[in-house]
């Protein structure tokens, strides 16, 4: 039996961007590049179109960019607090190995276990607060309603919010038989995260807004966006000699992981229904359809909810089918409750020596990823929602006598519960499979 465990403080570990931008976002040095972005519409779209009629002159950047770029006393800024602290973590670790004797119930020896239990502890985090807005009201279930200034101050702070928990186990067994050698392997991770802010993008208020919340100055810890909760693998190999000394090896190698998270949101529709400033709490929706968390209404008859009878009576047989959001009526969901679908996993590997005499071995290699597609196309997937992973159920705006939420659908194409939100994408490149042929030679 062997015990072994450690305990720190660890420095770093998040590749903080935003720390730069206190430099290159002060207000004047940094202009928003608006010109590369046609959805602004005219004047920028046909400045677009001037530009490319333009080429290969040298100079058309500059004879139709030129009038963008300029000092705006509005703009938004970057801050670091003037009390800032690097970000570290306590790190407290435990772990136990031991080979195990199993023969009593015919299992046989030389089993390897192993435990471990990592613990994190936050002692400086990151946070993001904006500095210009008013609290002007207060929404009908309870959260601010801000003035919207005309930009944005986004200032870096530190937060002692948020840790981790991570449990695993493994266990290792080489069985030697008459049909060759057979190794595997089964292993388990439990991981438990919270934190405070997610994401960490190149401009302040990306940083700011992109995980959603009730109030952003005043964000709450909830799982991480890079949680796995439950984690499987397991491994087979096959070793035998079946003719002379060389070997042929067969393996698989299984993991299957939790679904990726995601969250649900009100939709902005570019409105600043809770307030805030421009592109961070509305007008960014084709990056984000809204930062502010969905309240789940009791049902159709919810006293703080109003809007077309027909389309209230689809959202409710939505929500009903939506586990993480029908456990959650009459409340604000919280960020990254909902899941994609598990994830499966499997490849194989095999491999055949040739000994063509004096120490000389070409080994046939074939290697396929993803086995599960391969057998079946609605196999082997990952299903996702794109980054930030906010999704909207309705827009909402608010009753003239702020009493209601007024839900609307988020899109023109919703016809039914079946499609009062999208559907997660396909990532096309891990639910792919692919086989690789090659060889090596040994002398």
């Known amino acids: 039996l062997t015990v072994r465990g450690g305990a720190g403080l660890f420095g770093g570990g998040t590749p903080l961007i935003i720390l730069s931008n206190s430099y290159s976002g002060d207000g004047v040095s940094r202009t928003f590049a608006s010109f590369l972005a046609p959805f602004f519409g005219p004047p920028v779209s046909d400045s677009i179109a001037a530009a490319a009629l333009a080429l290969p002159?040298?100079?058309?950047?500059?004879?139709?960019?030129?009038?963008?770029?300029?000092?705006?006393?509005?703009?938004?800024?970057?801050?670091?607090?003037?009390?800032?602290?690097?970000?570290?973590?306590?790190?407290?670790?435990?772990?136990?190995?031991?080979?195990?004797?199993?023969?009593?119930?015919?299992?046989?020896?030389?089993?390897?276990?192993?435990?471990?239990?990592?613990?994190?502890?936050?002692?400086?985090?990151?946070?993001?607060?904006?500095?210009?807005?008013?609290?002007?009201?207060?929404?009908?279930?309870?959260?601010?309603?801000?003035?919207?200034?005309?930009?944005?101050d986004y200032v870096v702070t530190n937060t002692s919010k948020g840790g981790s928990s991570v449990w695993s186990g493994s266990a290792a067994k080489i069985f030697d038989t008459d049909w060759g050698e057979f190794s595997s392997t089964l292993g388990y991770t439990y991981q438990d995260t919270e934190e405070v802010r997610s994401y960490n993008r190149f401009v302040g208020f990306e940083a700011y807004a992109f995980d959603p919340q009730t109030d952003l100055n005043n964000p709450t810890t909830s799982p991480s966006r890079y949680q796995t909760r439950h984690n499987i693998s397991a491994t087979l190999t096959w070793r035998k000699a079946l003719f002379g000394d060389n070997q042929t090896t067969a393996s698989l190698v299984y993991s299957g992981r939790s679904g990726r998270l995601y969250s649900h949101v009100f939709g902005s529709g570019g409105n600043p229904t809770f307030g805030g400033t421009f592109l961070a709490d509305f007008g960014s929706e084709g990056d984000s359809p809204g930062s502010q968390l969905f309240y789940v209404p009791t049902g159709i008859t919810d006293p703080l909810v109003t809007g077309d009878p027909g389309f209230l009576a689809d959202l409710d047989t939505y929500i009903d089918n939506e586990k993480c959001l029908s456990d959650r009526r009459g409340s604000t969901v919280p960020r990254f409750a909902c899941r994609t679908d598990w994830i499966n996993s499997l490849n194989l590997g095999i491999s055949q020596e040739i000994n063509f005499g004096n120490n000389r071995k070409v080994e046939l290699i074939m290697n396929v990823e993803n086995l599960l597609n391969l057998l079946n196309d609605d196999w082997g997937r990952v299903n996702s929602y794109s980054e930030p992973a906010n999704v909207a159920v309705a827009n909402v705006g608010i009753s003239a006598d702020g009493s209601q939420f007024v839900l609307t659908p988020s899109s023109g194409g919703v016809t039914g519960p079946n499609n009062i939100v999208g559907q997660p994408a396909i990532a096309r490149l891990p639910s792919a499979y692919r086989v690789q042929l090659g060889f090596r030679v040994a002398f």
């Open 57 to 152: 002159d040298p100079t058309t950047a500059a004879t139709n960019f030129q009038q963008y770029i300029g000092v705006n006393g509005d703009a938004d800024t970057d801050a670091l607090d003037p009390g800032f602290e690097i970000l570290r973590s306590w790190k407290y670790s435990l772990g136990v190995d031991y080979t195990a004797d199993f023969s009593r119930f015919g299992l046989g020896s030389d089993w390897d276990l192993s435990a471990e239990v990592i613990l994190t502890d936050v002692a400086e985090g990151f946070d993001v607060y904006e500095g210009r807005r008013v609290q002007t009201g207060t929404a009908p279930d309870g959260r601010p309603i801000y003035d919207t200034p005309a930009g944005g």
